[in-house]
């Protein structure tokens, strides 16, 4: 399995073949009642009745993220108020060795949030306050469950944003950012959300609410912030994430270039980054994914374009001028047919429309359709391109691509009409094969949507046993009893053998004398 | 000691040394050279690549033999010293340059090679790996296991920023790698942040993949003199705050006055009306030149000092709006300090007399120490002269250690790789 399944319609789990892992991975075997109830007896007194879903009605509300092919009930829905409801919710889960899963807004696309069946759920809807804008330290500390876009606009008065900006920046949760390392169109320039992130209270999955960095960079000792950004809930949760605000730029500056195809487009992309010139982004959609987004939002992209480019530049005035010419004419030189310039905040808002809209867009041309997300070293566009067509045209399954072109992150959508059989199964074979082509060409089998519990299955084709067994040790360092988000990310757990709890008394190596406590 | 029992040490230690012999072709006694932060080691052993450190590790793993890597020794003597050194495993071996795509704008090599002789490669292409070089001769793996950072931070981060790809060999030998060849990836757990500045108490670095940035056509500094911490602290804001976007922002401080410097970079043009910007920024005291000031992105002591003749060398983070209390503090020291840092990341480094009284020493760096916490950061002795580093807590307090300590104890449960270097006593 691999992709986000999208539909038109409403995502059913009759999309696609069941995966043959879902029951071991989602607990659906080996539900404990009782731990339930331990658990539950625990919360009530915890949390208010309000944050307490048990009912089997309300429960199903939460059964799928962003990722609605997958599905399953939670044993407990908790929606804690405060760091020390959310810290005593996975104390009591961790004393009855009951898994628990961490969910922001629900807007994830690899299933990261897919509840458990036999655990909690742990929902950061209610932790929304931006605790503290701290200008003068180009900081601000917020909960969990904040939407991305709500951080910018906070600090907006101040000429700060929050920099990373996946596309669902609208609804996602920055607990939810932190998790996944979230990405978005302007990371070429800007990085992820590790990038962004200096500081996080944690709750560990034994209970225990540590610091990790804080407002100033550089915290001594490992990184254990660096570790936990991207681990996809499986390390604990954030309770309070301080992050980096970035300047307002000067000057943006937007242009949408038409191309016959994705060759000419591609080469361009390469004359810019080879010029030196690093904009804020590259966005490449091919002519399948304008003909989606004419369909649905009239964006009203050059007409018979095989491909369209809207690049983004910003910084100082002075050089977002210059490099900006510089732009258009290495893409006039590349066979840009049209160019559009942004001239003022509504037609750049116009040029973005298209491609932000893209993937939902793609439901005009096709009942259903999986989003997938891979990388590949950007010089290998055109040849991967060529590769995909390949494969679509063999199969006769449509592919519409859209993506990230200055750091080659793809996003395929491979459209099928779930109501024609075998279709499902020859989408998810594109769909997979496209994956393979990724990692034949050095890159990633996701750039921004996450491993999850729709390719940990995947995980082995890009690391070996060495590479997850030595990834799961921080696993086992972080959670021995294997219960923050089990089931995610690797293919299969490693087993950490002794628990070793917390340490009581001396250190060994103090004992023996050998280093110095202070 | 026994007789006997002295006799089945040498036994030991010669099937050791054999067995290092088999791993690695390069095996040597340890000379005075070899000092470890003044800890004597046994052996050197000098592997060539991944698969060489891995027979080693798994070598001393079987002899319990306890390791401390090295690249090229420049930051060997910093952190505390470890409780022990049976071998260092030396990475100058590994000294290749493996990759550079310049289309892509990635790089890679192995961990001892200098970051000068990976820069050199790349600046081939017109691009650069956006990691200043603070200490001359530094190898890729010491610049990850120290984490070293200086002017450029501001503008391109650290090492953390950069690193997008790790091969690393584990305590008992096996090979592991985290990340990958493109710039954004999310697949895995993200290893290569729990590496850099760990300074080799994880696991041994053999190969790092960096992203690479274009080298600007042009560069300039705006310095301006700053008469007293508010001062500094106010032209410091000003700065940040502004649109100069500026690549480094630097502060030079000895005794109650200084220095603000910022490097401009980029297109010739742009570089021409930023600086104008910035000298209006920062007032008519400000001057322009096309050459960095002496001592740029240099430490405040001398590289060359050893033993005794070590300064107490400090680095000092808090959050921006504490530059103007952690300068007073400095100035209260008591002793002379010199300073000299990133003032627009928070990061600066400081020194003081290594001669200073050891207790004298530790009540500094207590008071400055106190004033960065409050700050919301942190202050580490990377360096000073034994008696002083034995008399003070060189980490100082660290927060989720008990965390740290199960990372430790996952990644090298017998605590053979460098143990008591790191904080806490990891």
Redesign the interface.
């Known amino acids: 399995m691999s992709g986000t399944h999208g539909t038109n319609t409403t995502a059913g789990p009759g999309v696609g073949p069941t995966p043959p892992e879902a029951t071991e991975s989602t607990g659906q075997a080996v539900a404990r009642p009782d731990a339930i109830e331990a658990v539950l007896g625990r919360v009530r007194a915890i949390v208010p009745a309000e944050g307490v879903i048990s009912e089997h009605s309300r429960l199903r509300t939460y059964e799928c993220d962003g990722l609605a092919h997958y599905k399953v009930t939670p044993a407990l829905v908790v929606i804690p108020e405060d760091a020390r409801q959310l810290a005593g919710v996975v104390r009591a889960c961790a004393e009855a060795g009951v898994p628990f899963v961490a969910r922001g807004s629900g807007t994830g696309l690899s299933g990261g949030a897919l509840p458990r069946a036999d655990g909690v759920l742990i929902v950061t809807a209610r932790m929304r306050s931006v605790l503290d804008i ?6 601000a500390v917020v909960e969990p469950g904040v939407i991305n876009l709500d951080v910018s606009r906070a600090v907006a008065p101040h ?1 700060y944003y929050y920099a990373p900006d996946p596309s669902s920046q609208q609804v996602c949760s920055i607990g939810g950012n932190l998790a ?2 979230s ?1 978005g169109a302007h ?1 070429l320039k800007y ?2 959300t ?2 962004h992130v200096t ?1 996080a209270e ?1 709750v ?1 999955p034994d209970g ?1 609410v ?3 960095g ?14 936990v ?3 996809e809930g499986t390390l604990g949760v954030a309770t309070k994430v301080t992050v980096r605000l970035t ?1 307002l ?2 000057e943006v500056r937007t242009l949408l270039a038409g191309f016959a195809s994705t060759d000419e487009a591609g080469a361009a992309t ?1 004359a810019i ?2 010029e ?3 904009p804020a982004a590259i966005e490449m959609m091919d002519a399948l994914a304008i003909e989606a987004a004419e369909a649905a939002v009239q964006p009203n992209y050059p007409a018979g374009a095989g491909a369209v480019l809207v690049i983004e530049l910003d ?5 977002v001028e ?2 900006f010419a510089a732009v258009e004419r290495l893409c006039r030189d590349n066979g840009a047919f049209e160019i559009r310039v942004a001239s003022d905040p509504t037609e750049r808002a116009l040029i973005w429309k298209g491609r932000k809209s893209a993937f939902a867009a793609v439901g005009r041309i096709s009942p259903d359709y999986i989003v997938q997300d891979g ?5 290998a566009l055109p040849e991967v391109l060529r590769e995909i067509a390949h494969l679509s045209e063999s199969s006769g399954v449509r592919v519409a691509n859209v993506f ?1 072109a200055g ?3 793809l996003h395929p959508l491979v459209l099928f009409d779930e109501s024609v059989p075998g279709s499902g199964e020859a989408a998810e074979k594109v769909s997979g094969a496209i994956l393979d082509l990724c990692i034949k060409h ?10 999850g519990i729709d ?1 940990a299955a995947y ?1 082995p084709r ?2 070996n046993d ?6 799961q ?6 959670d021995p009893q294997n219960i923050s988000n089990p089931g995610k ?1 690797f293919p299969t757990p490693r087993l950490c053998g002794e628990v ?1 709890g ?2 009581k008394g001396v ?4 004992e ?1 004398g ?5 | 000691m026994s007789e006997t029992r002295a006799s089945s040490r040498a036994t030991e230690n010669a099937a050791a040394r054999r067995a290092l012999e088999e791993a690695c072709g390069r095996v040597e006694d340890a000379t005075e050279a070899d000092l470890v932060d003044g800890v004597q080691p046994d052996l050197v052993a000098r592997p060539t690549s991944t698969a060489e450190v891995s027979e080693v590790m798994r070598a001393a793993a079987a002899h319990g033999l306890v390791v401390v890597p090295r690249g090229r020794g420049t930051k060997i003597t910093w952190g ?1 010293p470890p ?2 050194a049976d071998v260092v495993v030396d990475t100058s071996g590994l000294d290749q340059v493996l990759e550079h ?6 790089a890679g090599a192995q961990a001892g090679t200098r970051l000068a002789a990976l820069q050199e490669v790349v600046a081939g292409a ?1 691009q650069r790996l956006a990691i200043d070089e603070t200490v001359p001769g530094a190898s890729i793996g010491g610049t990850i296991a120290a ?1 070293t ?1 200086g002017p450029g931070r501001v503008a391109t ?2 090492v ?2 950069l690193l997008i790809g790790v091969t ?1 060999v ?1 305590a008992d030998g ?5 990340g ?15 590496v ?3 300074f080799g108490t ?1 696991a041994v670095v053999t190969e790092a993949m960096f992203r690479l ?5 042009a560069r300039s500094y705006v310095s301006v003199p700053v008469a007293d911490p508010a001062e500094a602290h106010r032209r410091t ?1 000003d700065v ?2 502004s ?3 500026a690549g480094a922002v630097e502060l030079d401080w000895s005794a109650g006055a200084g220095t603000l410097t910022l490097m401009l970079q ?2 010739a ?2 570089v ?3 600086t104008s ?1 910035a000298l209006r920024v920062l007032g008519d005291s400000a001057t322009a030149s096309t050459r960095a000031p002496e001592g740029w992105g240099r430490y405040p002591w001398d590289l060359g000092a050893t033993g005794d003749d070590r300064r107490v060398d400090m ?1 000092l ?6 530059l103007s209390d952690v300068l007073t503090a400095v100035d209260a020291a008591g002793v002379p300090v010199r300073l000299r840092g990133s003032a627009g ?3 600066v480094y400081a020194s003081m007399p290594g001669d200073t009284d050891v207790a004298q020493a530790g009540a500094v760096v207590e008071r400055l120490r106190a004033t ?1 916490a409050k ?4 202050l ?1 002795v990377l360096d000073a002269p034994a008696a002083v580093k034995r008399g003070l ?1 060189v ?17 090298d449960p017998d ?1 053979r790789l460098a ?2 270097r ?5």
């Not at chain 2, 990958?180 to 729990?194: E, I």
């Not at chain 2, 940035?213 to 056509?217: A, G, L």
């Not at chain 2, 700050?375 to 942190?378: C, I, K, L, P």
């Open positions: 701290r200008a003068e330290d180009q900081r000429g996944e390392n990405g990371c990085g992820f590790t990038n500081g944690w560990s225990d540590v610091q990790l804080g407002l100033a960079p550089d915290t001594p000792g490992y990184d254990l912030l660096g570790a950004v991207g681990s300047r730029p000067e390469s980054i080879a030196g010139v690093v910084g100082a005035a002075d050089e210059h490099e990388v590949i070293p950007r010089t990230h750091d080659g992150n050095g890159g990633s089998i996701t750039g921004e949507h996450g491993v390719k995980m890009m690391f060495e590479d997850l067994d030595t990834m040790l921080v696993r086992c360092a972080f990310v070793p917390k340490r250190h060994p190596l103090q023996a050998v280093a110095e406590v202070f | 505390a409780a022990r795509a310049a289309g892509d704008l990635v017109g984490a950072s981060g650290t953390r920023d690393v584990r096996v090979v592991a790698k985290a990958g060849r493109v710039v954004k990836n999310v697949a895995g757990y993200d290893l290569g942040k729990l850099i500045g760990s994880l940035h274009p080298e600007p056509d804001q940040v705050h649109q100069v976007v980029g297109v043009r742009g021409e009306g930023r910007t680095k983070a808090f959050a921006l709006s504490g990341a928070g990061v960065c700050h919301g950061g942190s580490v807590d980490w100082g307090p660290v927060p989720a250690l008990d965390l740290m300590r199960r990372v430790k104890d996952q990644f605590h143990p008591g790191f904080v806490g006593g990891i």
